[in-house]
C-alpha cells in the first residue's frame, strides 16, 4: 500500500483526565499499531487528560516501540494536547526503553 505523506493523520482519542493502567496502554497502543499498519501518521489526542501514570505510559509506548521503532514512533505518531505532566511521562517511558527496561510479556521466556 503507497501511504501519502500528505495524509491527514488518524484520531486516537483518550478519555478521562488521568490514564492509569497498563492494561488500557496497551489496549491503546494496539489502536495505534492498527491504524499505522493503514496510515502514514496517527494522532494521539490527549485533550483533557491531566496526567498518565508510568504503568499506563510504559505499556503503550514500549508496546510501540517493540513492533515499530523510535524513529517511527517520533515520526510517524503525533501527540496532541498532551499537558506538560502527560508529556514528560512519555519521554521518560522512551528512555526506559532506551536503558533496556521491557514490559514482562517483552522480556525473553515471555509467553
Not at 47 to 69: P, Q, W
Amino acid at each position: 500500500m503507497m501511504l501519502s505523506m500528505s495524509e491527514t493523520p488518524q484520531v486516537v482519542k483518550l478519555e478521562g483526565p488521568a490514564q492509569n493502567s497498563a492494561g488500557l496502554g496497551v489496549t491503546t497502543a494496539e489502536k495505534v499499531l492498527a491504524l499505522l499498519r493503514q496510515h502514514q501518521t496517527v494522532e494521539l489526542d490527549f485533550a483533557g487528560v491531566e496526567r498518565i501514570t508510568a504503568s499506563f505510559a510504559n505499556a503503550l509506548v514500549m508496546t510501540i516501540l517493540e513492533l515499530v521503532g523510535e524513529e517511527a514512533l517520533r515520526s510517524r505518531l503525533l501527540l496532541s494536547h498532551a499537558a506538560p505532566l502527560v508529556a514528560a511521562e512519555w519521554e521518560k517511558a522512551i528512555e526506559r526503553y532506551r536503558r533496556g527496561i521491557r514490559l514482562s510479556t517483552q522480556r525473553p521466556g515471555a509467553a
